[in-house]
Nanobody, 127 residues
């Protein structure tokens, strides 16, 4: 059974940084594409950062240059390092995963492409 557990959220002031982690279990981790999504109250879930099974990455324009996604296959872990946080980064952050398939290149930012999700970790940025 695939399990994803996020951690590392918290409250920070604008300009601060956080490192989110996602511990994965129950599948061949290195074969999976993974992503971080976020959802603020009253808003749709949006993709933040994406990493394919080959390690290639993509980012939402809103976080490009401020966030970095990475994974450690040996530890079955996914990370999101964030810098220069803004109040608009406030949201619940979710880790997502699914096995690579050819539709990834055009759908990596679509929440429904991913089958497996964690419970989320809250990030609050105050001004």
């Amino acid at each position: 059974q695939v399990q994803l557990v996020e951690s590392g959220g918290g409250s920070v002031q604008a300009g601060g940084s956080l490192r989110l982690s996602c511990a994965a279990s129950g599948y061949a981790y290195s074969d999976y594409c993974m992503a971080w999504f976020r959802q603020a109250p009253g808003k749709e879930r949006e993709g933040v950062a994406f990493i394919a099974s080959d390690g290639s990455t993509n980012y939402a324009d809103s976080v490009k240059g401020r966030f970095t996604i990475s994974k450690d296959n040996a530890k079955n872990a996914l990370y999101l390092q964030s810098y220069s946080l803004k109040p608009e980064d406030t949201a619940m952050y979710y880790c997502a995963a699914d096995f690579w398939r050819s539709s990834y290149s055009t759908n990596y930012a679509v929440p429904t492409w991913y089958k497996f999700w964690g419970q989320g970790t809250q990030v609050t940025v105050s001004s």
